[in-house]
Antibody, heavy 121, light 110 residues
Framework: EVQLVESGGGLVQPGGSLRLSCAAS????????MHWVRQAPGKGLVWVSR????????TYADSVKGRFTISRDNAKNTLYLQMNSLRAEDTAVYYC??????????????WGQGTLVTVSS | NFMLTQPHSVSESPGKTVTISCTGS????????VQWHQQRPGSAPTNVIY?????PSGVPDRFSGSIDSSSNAASLTISGLRTEDEADYYC?????????FGGGTKLTVL
């Protein structure tokens, strides 16, 4: 059974930082591109960032470019999201996901349970 | 950047069939692939269709996906509706610069 388990969310002040982690099991983690997707309260899903299978290529949504950094450790089967200069509008549940992408498609998608990030003073 | 447009909501009765559309703003939706994700209230999303029309293991064959190149749209069809199908449904696709989700469609089974 595939499991993606996020951790690291919490309450942070505007301008602060957080590091999210996603521990993967039940799949060949190093073979897949991985993603972070967020969902603000009562809103839809919004893609945040992607990283290719060996970590050599990353892409970001314009809203987080220059503030967030995605990375992975294939030896630990773990995906990360370093979030700096956080703003109130970054408040959301953050999901780790394996979803079809231009460099990695033709496989079922998997989602974690999400971790809540609240940016407030 | 391309966008995916879905109806805000649809409703249908148990046992009936419903189709949710997802229209691409530019390019050819048929040149990539479309995924569909279900999100029940209070839960994380789950994938119900990948690569346009493939069902992950465990997803009932009541769920099917299709592409209409002439209208640049993808569709999710759910037949034999059950109350447990009541959820938000999101289409998703990609290009080399982005991954894009539709705005989501709230399915009410009443």
């Amino acid at each position: 059974e595939v499991q993606l388990v996020e951790s690291g969310g919490g309450l942070v002040q505007p301008g602060g930082s957080l590091r999210l982690s996603c521990a993967a099991s039940g799949l060949t983690f190093s073979s897949y591109w991985m993603h972070w997707v967020r969902q603000a309260p009562g809103k839809g899903l919004v893609w945040v960032s992607r990283i290719n299978s060996d970590g050599s290529s990353t892409t970001y949504a314009d809203s987080v470019k220059g503030r967030f950094t995605i990375s992975r450790d294939n030896a630990k089967n773990t995906l990360y999201l370093q979030m700096n200069s956080l703003r109130a509008e970054d408040t959301a549940v953050y999901y780790c996901a394996r979803i079809d992408d231009y460099g990695d498609f033709g496989h079922p998608g998997y989602w974690g349970q999400g971790t809540l990030v609240t940016v407030s003073s | 950047n391309f966008m995916l447009t879905q109806p805000h909501s649809v409703s249908e009765s148990p046992g009936k069939t419903v189709t949710i559309s997802c229209t691409g703003s530019s390019g050819s939706i048929a040149s990539t692939s479309v995924q569909w994700h279900q999100q029940r209230p209070g839960s994380a999303p789950t994938n119900v269709i990948y690569e346009d029309n493939q069902r992950p293991s465990g997803v009932p064959d009541r769920f099917s996906g299709s592409i209409d190149s002439s209208s640049n749209a993808a569709s999710l069809t759910i037949s034999g509706l059950r109350t447990e199908d009541e959820a938000d449904y999101y289409c998703q696709s990609y290009d080399s610069n982005n991954v894009v989700f539709g705005g989501g469609t709230k399915l009410t089974v009443l």
